[in-house]
């Protein structure tokens, strides 16, 4: 078993060119290649793997410093946490830390656009926003006892996400989301909450405190089928009688497309589940 520099590996595939130039008695070796799905080039060379310490003899070791000065230390410090819980071996790969760059950036794309306009606003916020950030103050505060750092990236990733598809940029939620977030990214959190216009640093902030009103289910959506097929959805009060339910579906905009000049012969109504039309 012959050891590769990681430096030359790259999702597995040997760089065969570069390991020669470094170990030129190789130089006349035979790669056994495989072929792979969309690989044009006629094969590649695939390495076998282990988890095991970093070490020069191993040739296994990546200088921290360059991925620093590529990514940034707040995406380092994301992605080591990123890789797994703290108790285990984890296998280093440099081809994960780009998705954490990407969650940096989409955080940054919060506080400003594509143009570097700072489009942070005071509106109300309102109660999907609210639910996301508790949901995430929650989350976080659980994982932060249970040392469990990895799932509370992946909570972060989520709440950016959610927030990025409402198109949220309101004060109130990111001013908290960078209080949670600024032990795991503490250079862009103190970078933003100061353009936020806070004086003093995140780290004097009160954490956000989790409030459980702000989670609970008010609504459920319906998937609206006729004869079998789903063809919209209806999000209605989680209580509300299935009667109710009924006369909505049926009444909808969209429901006139699926009845008109068709006979109801019966609707199915499963609360908090599905609403089924059967119509000829």
Not at 137 to 166: G, H, P, W, Y
Not at 247 to 276: D, F, Y
Request: hydrophobic share 35%.
């Amino acid at each position: 078993r012959i050891h590769a520099d990681v430096n030359m590996v790259d999702n597995d595939i040997l760089d065969t060119e570069a390991f020669k130039k470094w170990r030129p008695e190789f130089n006349d070796a035979e790669f056994i290649l495989e072929d792979l799905p969309d690989d044009k080039a006629g094969g590649k060379y695939v390495c076998g793997w282990e988890v095991e310490k970093m070490s020069k003899s191993k040739h296994n070791v990546v200088n921290p410093d360059e991925l620093i000065e590529k990514y940034g230390a707040d995406t380092f410090r994301l992605y080591e946490m990123f890789l797994g819980p703290l108790e285990n071996h984890k296998p280093w790969d440099t081809k994960g830390i780009e998705g954490v760059y990407r969650f940096i950036k989409k955080l940054w794309r919060l506080f400003y656009d594509e143009n570097a306009n700072y489009i942070i606003t005071d509106e109300k916020v309102d109660a999907k926003e609210l639910k996301i950030l508790h949901q995430t103050i929650n989350k976080i505060e659980q994982d932060i006892t249970r040392f469990s750092f990895n799932t509370a990236v992946s909570q972060f990733m989520i709440c950016v996400n959610e927030l990025t598809d409402l198109k949220c940029h309101k004060k109130e939620i990111l001013e908290n989301l960078l209080v949670l977030l600024s032990s795991y990214a503490p250079h862009i959190s103190e970078e933003l909450w100061e353009k936020l216009g806070n004086k003093d640093s995140v780290t004097y902030a009160t954490f956000p405190e989790f409030k459980e009103e702000y989670v609970k289910e008010n609504t459920c959506e319906y998937p609206v089928s006729f004869n079998g097929k789903m063809r919209f959805k209806l999000e209605l009060p989680i209580d509300m009688p299935k009667d109710e339910v009924e006369k909505i579906a049926l009444g909808h905009e969209k429901a006139q497309k699926w009845i008109e000049g068709k006979q109801i012969r019966k609707v199915i109504v499963v609360p908090k589940k599905i609403i089924n039309v059967v119509v000829s």
